[in-house]
């Protein structure tokens, strides 16, 4: 069974930013497309963006082209979001998410897409 953690969020003022971490065991990890995905308090999960199994294709949610990067580090089952630019409406839980199918690709997913999720890690931006 795929596990996922985060790690790396925390407070930053506006205009800062932040890199995620997520580790990834119980599954062959470069086989599988990831992504993040955020939930703000009182708000649904939303998609930020998704890399495929190879690291070739990456998509992003409108609101962070531009200012997040999402990669992955297949011979470290890890993958990473760069957070640059950050703003109090980034305020989020933050998320790791698998695809349920190796080798499979969507592009952008709803969260309810993946087949697993991390418990995620606490972004706040302050104004």
């Known amino acids: 069974q795929v596990q996922l953690v985060e790690s790396g969020g925390g407070l930053v003022q506006a205009g800062g930013s932040l890199r995620l971490s997520c580790s990834a065991s119980?599954?062959?990890?470069?086989?599988?497309?990831m992504g993040w995905v955020r939930q703000a308090p009182g708000k649904e999960r939303e998609f930020v963006a998704a890399i495929d199994y190879s690291g070739d294709r990456i998509y992003y949610a409108d609101s962070m082209k531009g200012r997040f990067t999402i990669s992955r580090d297949n011979a470290r089952n890890a993958m990473y979001l760069q957070m640059t630019s950050l703003k109090p409406e980034d305020t989020a839980v933050y998320s790791c998410?698998?695809?349920?199918?190796?080798?499979?690709?969507?592009?952008?997913?709803?969260?309810?897409?993946?087949?697993?999720w991390g418990r995620g890690t606490q972004v706040t931006v302050s104004a």
């Open positions: 119980g599954h062959t990890f470069s086989s599988f497309s």
């Open positions: 998410a698998a695809a349920s199918l190796a080798y499979s690709w969507r592009g952008y997913y709803h969260p309810n897409d993946f087949g697993a």
